[in-house]
């Protein structure tokens, strides 16, 4: 059966989370994934909700069905496109593949561009966390009720 290596959960195992969002992004310099995560955690902690980093939780069971069961019990994704980093783009394509909601971002400073295949995606793009906070307390709101189907 699929599902028992990660890809996707069957119903009957999903708890489904309003509040929580998940989170792929780079790890490595001259990403600052410790800077990213506090300009998401103010800017979704605004909006009532809480970041799900995949790196924070254990499980006994193989990652990917960790990375399946966040981003399939999670309200959205947010995935840090600016590096290209394979974890990111996995789980980006996990849950495009899933019909999950995304919010792409993009840091214009480490970023070598989009590649074709996802540069019609709306995205966020930033050059500082401070703008990204910015941007995310100007766009996050308007994003969640579309998810939400509110408005």
Request: some cysteine; overall charge negative; charged content about 25%.
């Amino acid at each position: 059966m699929a599902h028992e290596i990660g890809f996707p959960l069957p119903a009957h195992e999903i708890n489904f989370d309003e509040s929580a969002v998940f989170v792929a992004h780079p790890f490595t310099e001259p990403f600052a994934p410790a800077d990213l995560r506090r300009a998401l955690d103010k800017a979704l902690g605004d909006q009532g909700l809480k970041p799900d980093y995949a790196d924070e939780t254990l499980s006994s069971g193989h990652i990917l069905r960790k990375v399946c069961r966040q981003i399939q019990e999670s309200l959205f994704g947010i995935y840090d496109v600016s590096l290209w980093k394979p974890n990111v783009t996995l789980e980006l394509g996990l849950a495009y593949g899933m019909e999950r909601p995304t919010l792409l971002l993009l840091n214009v400073n480490h970023s070598k561009g989009v590649p074709s295949d996802i540069q019609g995606f709306d995205r966020i793009e930033y050059g500082s966390y401070t703008e990204l906070e910015a941007e995310l307390a100007s766009k996050l709101g308007d994003f969640i009720r579309r998810v939400r189907g509110t408005e």
